[in-house]
Structure formats: structure tokens, C-alpha cells
């Protein structure tokens, strides 16, 4: 991609809570059109760096540059332009899902938003003019997304968007990201879901105690850091028995036996996960 298509970059961000330093030396760039996938367990910085990205923090070193603009002269103007899921829904109960939207439309100034076309883009149609107070967990959720997308952001952070939603419902979620990025929006993701974070994410950033310990496209990283196996299930006695068997020339002679001995039922390939290959680096899982 071209430097002049970076909607998001930051330089070597470092902040710390008192003596404990939460995030030390992160450096990235997020281009327009772009999911990046910020992946590390709890704990690991990502929501510190998060905060830092959308000015709720000011880092103690480092610098932030987002659409041009410096995060440390320009923030307001910056806060403009960017959509916010969080962890936390801070909507308002009393109101209405259609009235939530109209609220924070008119904190951007903003008065010809089509609001029932974006509570229909989340499957709140014929939820709107509920009462919040009376929405699933699901459903919150739901309206949260719907709210980040008020201002039409250039950028785009995410995090743990499909928390508590149905398959169908995460699904159309996902599908919501990737037209978001699709129209151009840079996109910052952050999410426990491996299989969520592969399936959306142009690139990956393993995030650990503070630290970026690889950034690339997850297909790269499970081809040049996790380990292929594959699962061969055979029976045995009338018993079925599963073996592992990893992809490799010390593997080759046993799952040349496991196939051709008798009983065999199935064999399947299965390449390396992101969980892999953050454990590779990290030494430690994503929980």
C-alpha cells in the first residue's frame, strides 16, 4: 500500500500506570481499507494503546498521527472522524435505540443521519424506538455498533464487537466490518476470537506485555512460525482412536503407518492457528 493511504500511524507509544509500564515502544500503521487485528491476552497493553489511539490517554512518549492530523494539537478534530466500539456500551436506558443514535449524531453536529438505516444494518429495524432498558445483551451490542458508524469514521476501533451475539448475529457483524473497510475505513480490531481475528484481519499485531512481538498478514505468520498437523482417526478394536501427528520429516514415517494400517477412518490437515503462533512468541496462551 502507499504511505499516503495510512489513516492510522503510531511511533513508538509508551505509557505506564505509576511503575508499571502497560505499553512499551509500540509502533504500527493502519492504511485506509485496512483490518488490523491488535491480538494479545488481558492485560497485554491493547486497551491502553487503544485509549492512546482515540486521545482518552496521552502517551509519555511517543506520537500518534491519525488522517494527517497529530493526535497531540488536533484531537477534537480527530475524535471527529473516528468510531468507537468499547468493551463497556455506555448507552443511555431511558432512551430508545433510535434516540441513542440521535443523541450522539448531534454530538457531531451531524442532523441528517439515516438512523433507521443503520439500526436495520445491525437487525434493530423493528427495535428501535424500544427502550433500551428492554434490549438483550445481544442487542446493546448490537446499538454500539450501530453507534460507531453515526459519523461514517474514516477509523474505525473495535473492540470485541461480536461479544455476546448470536452465530447469525456476529456473522452479519462481521460482514458489517468488512463493508466498513470495503468503502475505505481503517479498521483497529481487538478480540479474543482467533478464528474472528483470521477470517477479518488484512494483518495481525501480537500484542504482549506491553510489547508488538509480530505484525503481519496471519497467513504469513502460521506459514512462517506454526507447525501443520494432521489428525488421523482410525479404529481400533472396535474403538475409535485419534492420533496427531505433526507436519514435518520426523512425522512423515508415522503418518505414512497411521495411513496404511487397517481401520482407518478419516485423515485431515490442519494448519496452524494464530493461538499457535502467538504461543511460539509469547510462551503463554491468549486466556
Known amino acids: 500500500m502507499a504511505t499516503n493511504d495510512v489513516a492510522l500511524r503510531a511511533d513508538d507509544l509508551r505509557f505506564s500506570y505509576g511503575q508499571r509500564r502497560a505499553v512499551d515502544g509500540v509502533s504500527f500503521a493502519v492504511h485506509r ?17 487503544i485509549k492512546m489511539l482515540i486521545g482518552l490517554l496521552t502517551p509519555d512518549d511517543g506520537s500518534i498521527e491519525v488522517l494527517g492530523m497529530d493526535m497531540a494539537s488536533r484531537r477534537t478534530d480527530i475524535q471527529g472522524r473516528v468510531g468507537v466500539v468499547f468493551e463497556e456500551k455506555n448507552l443511555y436506558p431511558n432512551l430508545s435505540g433510535r434516540e441513542n443514535l440521535a443523541f450522539f449524531a448531534r454530538l457531531f453536529g451531524l442532523r441528517d443521519v439515516d438512523l433507521d438505516g443503520l439500526l436495520a ?4 429495524a423493528d427495535r428501535g424506538r424500544d427502550r433500551v432498558s428492554g434490549y438483550s445483551k445481544g442487542m446493546r451490542q448490537r446499538l454500539t455498533v450501530a ?4 459519523n461514517r469514521p ?11 451475539l448470536d452465530p447469525v448475529s456476529a456473522r452479519s457483524i462481521r460482514a458489517l466490518i468488512r463493508e466498513e473497510a470495503g468503502r475505505g475505513a481503517a479498521v483497529v480490531l481487538t478480540t479474543h476470537d482467533m478464528h474472528e481475528a483470521d477470517a477479518l484481519s488484512d494483518r495481525v499485531a501480537f500484542i504482549n506485555d506491553g510489547r508488538i512481538l509480530a505484525l503481519d498478514a496471519p497467513e504469513q505468520l502460521k506459514l512462517s512460525h506454526g507447525q501443520p498437523t494432521v489428525r488421523v482417526r ?4 472396535g474403538a ?10 520426523g ?5 505414512s503407518a497411521l495411513v496404511g494400517a487397517e481401520g482407518l477412518l478419516t485423515v485431515h490437515t490442519e494448519e496452524a492457528t494464530l493461538e499457535d ?8 496462551g491468549l486466556e
Open 33 to 49: 481499507g485496512e483490518t488490523l487485528g491488535l491480538l494479545g491476552p488481558n492485560g497485554a497493553g491493547k486497551s491502553t494503546t
Open 121 to 124: 444494518r445491525v437487525g434493530l
Open 147 to 150: 453507534r460507531a458508524l453515526v
Open 154 to 164: 474514516d477509523v474505525l476501533f473495535l473492540d470485541e464487537p461480536t461479544d455476546g
Open 234 to 237: 482410525r479404529r481400533v478394536n
Open 240 to 249: 475409535v482412536e485419534e492420533s496427531v501427528v505433526t507436519v514435518d520429516a
Open 251 to 255: 512425522g512423515a514415517e508415522q503418518l
Open 277 to 284: 503462533v502467538f504461543v511460539h512468541f509469547a510462551g503463554r
